[in-house]
């Protein structure tokens, strides 16, 4: 299974990223996506979802920041993220909504590692 995130790097607050995810053709065209993140210390969190019917949904926190997309001729989604603080460091990692399962786990490909220098 393909999932795999990058674009991630170190910057400084008030800076921008885009982050990228390509993902299984068949499985990125029929399944709802989404970005997650986990800081440290602290648990994994859905930080934004694409939903294929054209809509999408952020945490409140990152409202009006980050802009979630898909490109399906490149089965890629992104992540674009202005104006990054502090409290955006975490490693961002792509999955689909609900998250995938294998073998009876919840399937986590490679993620990004995003920090934000104050």
């Known amino acids: 299974v393909q999932l795999q995130a990058s674009g991630g790097g170190l910057v400084q607050a008030g800076g921008s990223l885009r982050l990228s995810c390509s993902a299984d053709?068949?499985?990125?065209?029929?399944?709802?996506m989404g970005w997650y993140r986990q800081a440290p210390g602290k648990r994994r969190e859905l930080v934004a979802t694409d939903i294929r019917s054209g809509s999408s949904t952020y945490i409140n926190s990152v409202k009006g920041r980050f802009t979630i997309s898909r490109d399906y001729s490149k089965n890629t989604m992104y992540l674009q993220m202005y104006d990054l603080q502090p409290e955006d460091t975490a490693v961002y990692y792509c999955?689909?909504?609900?998250?995938?399962?294998?073998?009876?786990?919840?399937?986590w490909g490679q993620g990004t590692l995003v920090t934000v220098s104050s």
């Open positions: 999955n689909f909504q609900p998250v995938l399962r294998v073998n009876g786990r919840d399937y």
């Open positions: 053709r068949d499985m990125f065209r029929h399944n709802d």
